[in-house]
């Protein structure tokens, strides 16, 4: 049996309050909604990590590593909608970084991985309510347990 993001999202929520725009804040041990989820698994990276050609890793990225290699389905199927996003989140509280996607965003969609990160940094969601969206678009999508299986998933024993 495997963990969907949702349910590692409720699970790593309890674990330290949120943070917005870092996975994870050594400052407060607050998390984001992926570090929240990466946590409840035992995968969240906190410190530069990794061996590379030009040093070390930095923990950002072995984190978006791990967030593709646990729940690839919800990372690279970009198939949500700026109108599945629920009503908290506009578009005008965007970054101007971030509206300048807007077109890829409306012609492309986004992973539900992408939205929850974009529910996580522009509303006062809780990660309960972001975790509530993400298993309800891996159902309206076909996205989730059932398709992790023998694709990264995590077991759970």
Same mark, same amino acid.
């Given at each position: 049996?495997?963990?969907?993001?949702?349910?590692?999202?409720?699970?790593?929520?309890?674990?330290?309050?949120?943070?917005?725009?870092?996975?994870?804040?050594?400052?407060?041990?607050?998390?984001?909604?992926?570090?929240?989820?990466?946590?409840?698994?035992?995968?969240?990276?906190?410190?530069?990590?990794?061996?590379?050609?030009f040093g070390v890793?930095?923990?950002?990225? /072995?984190?978006?590593? *791990? @967030?593709?290699?646990?729940?690839?389905?919800?990372?690279?199927? #970009?198939? %949500?909608?700026?109108?599945?996003?629920?009503?908290?989140f506009t578009v005008?509280?965007?970054?101007?970084?971030?509206?300048?996607?807007?077109?890829?965003?409306?012609?492309?969609?986004?992973?539900?991985?992408?939205?929850?990160?974009?529910?996580?940094?522009?509303?006062?969601?809780?990660?309960?309510?972001? /975790?509530?969206?993400? *298993? @309800?678009?891996?159902?309206?999508?076909?996205?989730?347990?059932? #398709?992790? %299986?023998?694709?990264?998933?995590?077991?759970?024993?």
């Amino acid at each position: 049996m495997s963990i969907p993001y949702s349910e590692a999202i409720r699970l790593g929520g309890m674990l330290a309050p949120k943070a917005k725009w870092v996975f994870y804040d050594g400052r407060t041990g607050a998390m984001c909604v992926q570090g929240a989820a990466l946590q409840a698994i035992g995968k969240l990276h906190t410190t530069e990590v990794k061996p590379w050609t030009f040093g070390v890793v930095p923990a950002c990225e /072995a984190n978006h590593e *791990e @967030m593709k290699d646990t729940w690839p389905q919800e990372c690279l199927n #970009e198939v %949500v909608a700026l109108e599945d996003l629920p009503s908290p989140f506009t578009v005008s509280a965007l970054s101007p970084f971030d509206q300048s996607s807007m077109d890829y965003l409306n012609k492309y969609g986004m992973s539900i991985v992408d939205g929850s990160m974009l529910l996580n940094n522009y509303t006062d969601l809780t990660r309960e309510e972001i /975790a509530d969206w993400v *298993e @309800m678009m891996g159902k309206k999508y076909g996205i989730g347990a059932a #398709e992790q %299986v023998g694709q990264g998933a995590v077991a759970v024993s």
